[in-house]
């Protein structure tokens, strides 16, 4: 009989063991196989929705600082823009070889007139653009819907007196106040917001644009590549990448990540104890057995090849048996993480079907050096 054999035989015959010696590399490959999968789910997830909040490319006039003075005396300076932006330059954006990463490109304008006797920042945008590029602001009243409408930042309508169904009015034309933004600690809370056709209008300058704000999908951020091709579609805008916002959502990202493979290492670790332990108390209680073993002629390679066999099998099975049951109970929980069900992750099983054959061999070499050490004489004596 090989030691092959032997080992099946062995198993078979010792059942209850067998079980208990895989249960903690089932326990810790479905347990990591099942964190791995959810992670992955979810740190897609993370990423999806961080971008789909807010821009993170800002494409605004190149402009040039001059320094105004007589002799030595200084009058300050001015910055004086090479070129103005217009609506076409959408257009040159949205052409970019890289035009399937950008996710949205929304056109501001910004313009300072009296309302209603009181000197205020307008902002123009497109009323379908403000969900997507503005998520996180609340309005009380209603939405801006259309023309001749504006919403008043929370400071603008303390100033202006003003709430939800009130009216201004600005450049011989009345607007009606359809809501107040909560405060948002940014300079909108002073402004006037409307659609972009009315403060174009209210300015005199159709077809202008202040700025646009771009909002690339960062997966693999080739943001610099998008800054690049935007910058030689529009040669007179200066486009810069938002990095603080680039950066912040992939340290988000990271940080998930590194959540996930350390609560992973701390699980495979556990399980690799158990494995020990439970071997290590098996050698003990087959004394006797390795005893006779090496009495009827087994060398000691044999006896280790003997434990290395039951305990490779026990941890393939347990592996596998593990890995299925993570990426199902992965597949199940997806969506109480806020991720999507989608396939199953095969690469997690794979890898999680190594590690637990790696956990269950690496596990067995003391004892196997242990057993293989005994002599048939101090193993029957021990009887």
């Known amino acids: ?34 964190i791995s999968s959810l992670t992955m789910r979810m740190e897609g997830a993370v990423r999806d929705k961080l971008d789909k909040f807010g821009a993170n490319i800002l494409v605004t006039p190149r402009t040039e600082q001059l320094s105004l003075g007589f002799g030595d005396i200084s009058l300050g300076g001015t910055q004086v823009a090479h070129a103005q932006l217009t609506a076409d330059d959408e257009k040159a954006i949205r052409s970019i070889a890289l035009a399937e990463r950008l996710r949205m490109v929304v056109p501001y304008y910004l313009t300072a007139t009296d309302v209603s006797g009181k000197n205020l920042v307008w902002m123009g945008i497109r009323p ?25 930042g929370s400071e603008a309508a303390i100033a202006l007196d003003k709430g939800p169904g009130g009216t201004i009015e600005s450049g011989g034309k009345t607007f009606r106040v359809a809501g107040v933004l909560l405060p948002t600690g940014e300079k909108e809370d002073g402004m006037v917001i409307a659609n972009l056709e009315d403060v174009r ?5 159709p077809g202008g644009v202040t700025f646009f704000e771009v909002a690339a999908l960062c997966k693999d951020c080739p943001v610099e590549d998008i800054v690049k091709e935007i910058g030689e579609k529009i040669p007179g805008a200066k486009v810069s990448a938002i990095r603080s916002v680039v950066e912040s959502r992939k340290a988000a990202v990271d940080q998930f990540r590194r959540l996930g493979l ?4 701390i699980v495979l670790t556990i399980g690799g104890l158990m494995v020990f332990v439970t071997i290590m108390g098996n050698v003990q209680e087959r004394t006797r057995e390795i005893g006779i073993l090496r009495a009827v002629g087994f060398r000691r390679g044999a006896i280790r090849a003997l434990l290395f066999w039951e305990t490779g099998w026990i941890s393939l099975a347990a592996s596998l048996a593990g890995g299925i049951l993570g ?12 991720a999507e069900r989608g396939g199953i992750e095969l690469a997690p099983i794979l890898l999680g079907t190594a590690l637990g054959l790696a956990l269950g061999l690496l596990g067995t070499i003391p004892p196997a050096r242990r057993a293989a050490a005994l002599s048939p004489t101090e193993a029957i004596r021990s009887l």
């Open 262 to 265: 350390g609560v992973s290492a």
């Open 327 to 338: 990426a199902a109970a992965a597949f199940a929980g997806a969506p109480l993480f806020g």
């Open 201 to 205: 209008a209210l300015a005199g300058t």
């Open 1 to 34: 009989m090989n030691i092959r054999k032997l080992a099946w035989k062995n198993l078979f015959r010792r059942k209850s063991r067998a079980i208990f010696t895989g249960l903690g590399i089932f326990l810790g490959i479905g347990t990591f196989v099942a």
């Open 128 to 152: 379908a653009d403000i969900v997507e590029s503005r998520p996180w602001w609340k309005v009380q009243g209603d939405a801006l819907k259309g023309r001749d409408e504006v919403l008043l």
